[in-house]
Nanobody
């Protein structure tokens, strides 16, 4: 099982980014996929989950209305569209399949700063 997150970077407050997570080593379409983030000195936060049939089950209150999750099963990829970014969104972002043992990916750094 492997996850490769990408798309992070430095963005100004109010800006947007689209993160991608390419997964391999398992039957991607059969698993719920979740996005997480971890800011320095803080615990990892779950941001939301999408089912294998592209239904968003949950979005955390901290990002509701600003972030959306989608997936492309043909590409084994899950996306996190982030809009109206705030400095408090600065963190390393990860994806992971729900209820599937395995290591985390390396994550992708998002820094929101002017």
């Amino acid at each position: 099982v492997q996850y490769v997150e990408s798309g992070g970077g430095l963005v100004q407050p109010g800006g947007s980014l689209r993160l991608s997570c390419s997964a391999s080593g398992f039957r991607f379409s059969s698993y719920r996929m979740s996005w997480y983030r971890q800011a320095p000195g803080k615990v990892r936060e779950s941001l939301g989950t999408i089912t294998g049939t592209d239904v968003v089950e949950r979005i955390a209150d901290s990002v509701k209305g600003r972030f959306t999750i989608s997936r492309d099963n043909a590409k084994n990829t899950v996306y996190l569209q982030m809009n109206i970014l705030k400095p408090e969104d600065t963190a390393v972002y990860y994806c992971k399949a729900t209820n599937l043992p395995g290591s985390w990916g390396q994550g992708t750094q998002v820094t929101v700063s002017s």
